[in-house]
């Protein structure tokens, strides 16, 4: 262990607290006989949590997940041949959109202007497939000639629903305060057993 001497030439031990943080973080924390090794990253529920809880491993996994889907789609459609446009559309709405915006509720609240772009350049290839036009067209013109939504004011759609309808939270979305008590809430499901139901209670 590294000791320091104090400038003020006292006779004074000082511990160097970054030699100390370094061998916590190698030793890990452990359970019983099982070494815990600690890690940046964690996968829950099929979301990756970083230790800066921006979502940025996540959203590089979503990146590469839908260059894999893209490059499946021209195998089997490009802008001129295979499947029509409608197919390729529906593809994109079933299995794309579906993949890139899970669990949005738990990663969009706090995106950046970062990951705007970058959910924008993963929709935009999807886009020039699906419409034939020109790599120069503008994405805002292709999400306005297929009538599609931008990914992500779909997925702070999606959260402010979420919070809303089944947390039970208020959530304010575009200057615009959504309260949770000014919804229908649903109803608590039937706690009677099946069994025990008799037939005169359903008249």
Not at 46 to 71: C, T, W, Y
Not at 101 to 122: D, E, F, G
Not at 164 to 186: A, K, T, W
Request: with cysteine.
């Amino acid at each position: 262990m590294r000791l320091y001497r104090s400038t003020d030439s006292q006779r004074r031990d000082v511990f160097d607290t970054n030699y100390l943080c370094r061998r916590i973080w190698y030793s890990g924390i452990k359970w019983g006989q099982n070494n815990i090794k600690s890690a940046s990253v964690i996968k829950y529920l099929g979301v990756l949590i970083d230790d800066e809880l921006n979502f940025a491993a996540h959203l590089s996994a979503i990146k590469n997940k839908s260059l894999i889907l893209h490059q499946g789609l021209k195998n089997v459609a490009g802008t001129s041949w295979g499947l029509s446009k409608n197919i390729r559309r529906q593809l994109y709405l079933t299995v794309v959109e579906k993949v890139v915006l899970y669990a949005s509720a738990a990663w969009v609240h706090n995106i950046t202007v970062r990951q705007h772009k970058l959910l924008s350049s993963i929709q935009r290839k999807f886009l020039l497939n699906i419409t034939g036009a020109h790599n120069t067209t503008p994405t805002a013109a292709l999400q306005v000639i297929e009538g599609l939504m931008p990914l992500h004011i779909k997925a702070k759609m999606q959260s402010t629903l979420v919070r809303v309808g089944r947390l039970g939270r208020n959530c304010d979305y575009e200057r615009i305060h959504f309260d949770h008590e000014s919804y229908e809430q649903p109803s608590p499901p039937s706690t009677m057993h099946p069994a025990l139901f008799s037939l005169e209670d359903r008249i």
